[in-house]
């Protein structure tokens, strides 16, 4: 079964950090581009953070930037979402998703990801 699966949420005071990690089930992410997406509730889904697969090249949502850092390691087949000095507001379920076409893009939707996670609850509360 083709799949990515999201760990590392929690619960975390405003300013703490976690770590987010995607991992693939069943294929090599090396050739996908993989996007990191939030859903709070009352609030529409929003692409967080995204990085290519070739180039690296990232796109952050601009209240993210300066705090959450994505990075890959192909040898272990995962992505992370380093989360810094994070607010109450960051608060939401994180997936991520993976992209066959294999670029990072901010206007690349949801829907056109070819993999998607059941998603990890992050809570930022004191």
């Known amino acids: 079964q083709l799949q990515v699966v999201e760990s590392g949420g929690g619960l975390v005071q405003p300013g703490g950090s976690l770590r987010l990690s995607c991992v693939a089930s069943?294929?090599?992410?090396?050739?996908?581009?993989i996007g990191w997406f939030r859903h709070a509730p009352g609030k529409e889904r929003e692409k967080v953070s995204c990085?290519?697969?070739?180039?690296?090249?990232?796109y952050y949502e601009d209240s993210v930037k300066g705090r959450f850092t994505i990075s890959r390691d192909n040898a272990k087949n995962m992505v992370y979402l380093q989360m810094n000095s994070l607010k109450p507001e960051d608060t939401a379920v994180y997936y991520c998703?993976?992209?066959?076409?294999?670029?990072?893009?901010?206007?690349?939707?949801?829907?056109?990801?070819?993999?998607w996670g059941q998603g990890t609850q992050v809570t930022v509360s004191s």
């Open positions: 069943g294929f090599t992410l090396d050739y996908y581009g």
């Open positions: 990085i290519g697969s070739s180039d690296g090249s990232t």
């Open positions: 998703a993976a992209l066959g076409r294999g670029y990072c893009a901010g206007n690349v939707l949801w829907e056109e990801y070819d993999y």
